[in-house]
């Protein structure tokens, strides 16, 4: 029960976020935008260290092997696991002026939750394999920091629900259908976070590579896609302090609750 609800946190904030078409007249501010890009890099980054990387590390050194390796391993086969997502998957990312991936008929609206979806993918596996590791009694991952993971995703997954459902105004479809794609965007992280728990449990020894590999992934998608994205357009320094605000949270939630 208590992991359902922990996998059930980082949706809410996506719904959270989706529901602002309801609230909120006409597009974002594109300031605004920035600055909520940068908030879930930060919280992207803190989170891919405190809670994944530096566990994956810990385990592997109780475990008495190569203490470098997994992380090491994980963290660049996650990074390449998106890559491959990346080139294959048709998406559209906001304020893009061409779609990524391979070419299709899709609709804007549809590539553009598609990108969303594409972030919530290692987010989900970050909370499932944090989620997995705390159930284990030999593992040195606290139902507190797997909670506390589950917090900072749901945070930043409010701006990025709503990044994706306002611009979907635009495109001429209705609030509802907005929020129904923002809704359906998020799902996938449940659902991601339910399959690595139910693969991590049949081999708890790869999990310091699992945590690696959630880190990896969720480290690319900072770095391909939110921080260029918050730093688009004319000069501003609204995303970086965004960032600089993401990731002390996340690091203030790891730590004293984890």
């Known amino acids: 029960m208590i992991t359902t609800i922990g996998l059930i946190i980082p949706l809410a904030g996506t719904v959270l976020g989706a529901a602002m078409v309801f609230f909120l007249k006409g597009e974002m501010n594109p300031k605004v935008q920035k600055a909520l890009l940068g908030f879930a890099s930060g919280v992207m ?23 470098w390796l997994p992380c090491s391993v994980g963290f660049l086969l996650g990074t390449g696991f998106l890559l491959l997502l990346d080139t294959i998957i048709p998406h559209l990312h906001v304020d893009a002026g061409k779609p990524e991936g391979r070419k299709s008929t899709f609709s804007k609206s549809l590539m553009l939750v598609l990108a969303v979806t594409l972030h919530n993918i290692p987010e989900g596996m970050a909370v499932g394999v ?15 920091s797997a909670f506390a993971l589950a917090i900072g995703i749901a945070i930043q997954n409010f701006p990025e629900g709503a990044i994706i459902s306002m611009p979907l105004l635009s495109t001429g479809i ?19 976070a339910l399959l ?5 449990s049949h081999i708890m020894p790869v ?16 770095i391909e896609e939110l921080i260029p994205e918050a730093q688009s357009g004319t000069h501003s320094n609204i995303g970086t302090i965004g960032t600089a605000i993401g990731f002390t949270l996340m690091m203030i939630l790891d730590i004293a609750l984890g």
């Open 130 to 144: 944090v989620f997995a590791g705390s159930s284990a009694s030999n593992i040195n991952i606290t139902g507190a």
């Open 45 to 67: 980054i803190a989170a891919s260290v405190w809670s994944l990387l530096i566990p994956a590390i810990d385990m592997t050194a109780e475990q008495g092997g190569i203490v």
């Open 207 to 222: 999990l310091p590579y699992i945590l690696s590999f959630a880190a990896g992934a969720m480290i690319y998608v900072v």
């Open 196 to 200: 690595t728990i139910i693969l991590t």
């Open 174 to 192: 209705s609030k509802r259908r907005a929020f129904s794609y923002g809704f359906l965007s998020g799902i996938v992280e449940p659902i991601g």
